[in-house]
Antibody
Framework: QVQLHESGPGLVKPSETLSLTCTVS??????????WGWIRQPPGKGLEWIGS???????YYSPSLKSRVTVSADMSKNQFSLEVHSVTAADTAVYYC?????????WGQGTLVTVSS | QAGLTQPPSVSKGLRETATLTCTGN????????ATWLQQHQGHPPKLLSY???NRPSGISERFSASRSGNTASLTITGLQPEDEADYFC???????????FGGGTKLTVL
């Protein structure tokens, strides 16, 4: 059974960096030939893809967030991470880690990150 | 702002059939196919269908997806109270190099 779990601070100050980690169990992110990434959902709104890392380590980003986002993977720990730099209130959202791409069949429970001073 | 267009809300009666639509363009839905997700309040999305009509194991046959041109559709037959949820479509956009989503449709089962 594949499980994903997000971890990281729930409160970030404006202009600082939001950092989250996703720990995957039940599947190897390096051997799965899959995309693993981050999707966010502002309160009461829709879903937005942020970026993904492929099993090879290649990364892909949403054009609208590319300048502020870094997605990376630690294959030895079966984890992948997200950094969003220079955050503002507009970055307040539930952040999900998920198996992304066409077949988005595994999702974490999501973690609410609030940007506020 | 959503890349794909979905009606904000659909209401249908118990045991009726609902058809939800998702309109994109030749760079996303028409060429790449659509993925459909169901989300209940307070829970993560759940995959219902991918590449137009591939259902993961465990998803009821009451959920079926299709595509015609730039528009993808999700049909839910025999509506049950537990089908009341938000439904999102998504597709890879080859022009934008972006995974785009629809704004979501809130399905109410009366």
């Amino acid at each position: 059974q594949v499980q994903l779990h997000e971890s990281g601070p729930g409160l970030v100050k404006p202009s600082e960096t939001l950092s989250l980690t996703c720990t995957v169990s039940g599947a190897s992110i390096s051997r799965s030939s899959s995309y693993w990434g981050w999707i966010r959902q502002p309160p009461g709104k829709g879903l937005e893809w942020i970026g993904s890392v492929y099993s090879s380590g290649d990364t892909y980003y949403s054009p609208s967030l590319k300048s502020r986002v870094t997605v990376s993977a630690d294959m030895s720990k079966n984890q992948f991470s997200l950094e969003v730099h220079s955050v503002t209130a507009a970055d307040t959202a539930v952040y999900y880690c998920a198996k992304t791409g066409v077949e988005m069949d595994y999702w974490g429970q999501g973690t609410l990150v609030t940007v506020s001073s | 702002q959503a890349g794909l267009t979905q009606p904000p809300s659909v209401s249908k009666g118990l045991r009726e059939t609902a058809t939800l639509t998702c309109t994109g363009n030749s760079y996303n839905v028409a060429s790449q196919g659509a993925t459909w997700l169901q989300q209940h309040q307070g829970h993560p999305p759940k995959l219902l269908s991918y590449r137009n009509n591939n259902r993961p194991s465990g998803i009821s046959e009451r959920f079926s997806a299709s595509r015609s041109g730039n528009t993808a559709s999700l049909t839910i037959t025999g509506l049950q109270p537990e089908d009341e949820a938000d439904y999102f479509c998504s597709a890879w956009d080859t022009s934008l190099s972006d995974q785009v989503f629809g704004g979501g449709t809130k399905l109410t089962v009366l």
